[in-house]
T-cell receptor, first 113, second 117 residues
């Protein structure tokens, strides 16, 4: 059973560009969340998708947007990249609602130059 | 707002000795607490969680955590450390925010555990 898979693994972009990161949840999972982990820090919640809708959002600007597809996979889009957007972006999935643990992918390392 | 503190950036312990990684929390309602571990170039792996019930929670790889409501703490412990336990450990609290849809966590800054042979 494949866990949470993310692509690409690494990415280098130029300031001002746009980027799209992709995530396939663990089999049987229907909820996907995205986190940003800056170097030396804990992950910070960006937003969460369930039933193809954004359900909750963290303290991130509108430059960060996302989408969930009918097969539960998800994309994270970041526009007008800033140097400060350089980080490890983690996707997490789970099934259903309630107080449950999440399963995380290996992340996409984004470097903005 | 929910918050998590991990007062130690780094914990060093000799292999075979007991280990403790500290975590304190601040929540407005019931605390739902988690521990995750991150190995180099890897995502986070779930270790254990506290929702309700026994204050001592047992998890994966021989880890356990002790919930203490009066001290608002949730320390991670293991009786005998292994070199392979060396990694970055994150304590997290689930941010309820009024619904039960998902798993938006508030993570602490992390504690790097080094187990020395």
């Amino acid at each position: 059973d494949a866990g949470v898979t993310q692509s690409p693994t690494h990415l280098i972009k130029t300031r001002g560009q746009q980027v799209t990161l992709r995530c396939s949840p663990k089999s049987g999972h229907d909820t996907v969340s995205w986190y940003q982990q800056a170097l030396g820090q804990g992950p910070q919640f960006i937003f969460q998708y369930y039933e193809e809708e954004e359900r909750q959002r963290g303290n991130f600007p509108d430059r960060f947007s996302g989408h969930q597809f009918p097969n539960y996979s998800s994309e994270l889009n970041v526009n007008a990249l800033l140097l400060g957007d350089s980080a490890l972006y983690l996707c997490a999935s789970s099934h259903g609602t309630g107080i449950i643990e999440a399963f995380f992918g290996q992340g996409t390392r984004l470097t903005v130059v | 707002a929910q918050s998590v503190a991990q007062p130690e950036d780094q914990v060093n312990v000799a292999e075979g000795n007991p280990l403790t990684v500290k975590c304190t929390y601040s929540v407005s309602g019931n605390p739902y607490l988690f521990w995750y571990v991150q190995y180099p170039n890897r995502g986070l792996q779930f270790l254990l969680k506290y929702i309700t019930g026994d204050n001592l929670v047992k998890g994966s790889y021989g880890f356990e955590a002790e919930f203490n409501k009066s001290q608002t703490s949730f320390h991670l412990k293991k009786p005998s450390a292994l070199v392979s336990d060396s990694a970055l450990y994150f304590c997290a609290v689930r941010d309820i925010n009024g619904d039960n849809y998902g798993q938006n966590f508030v993570f602490g800054p992390g504690t790097r555990l080094s187990v020395l042979p």
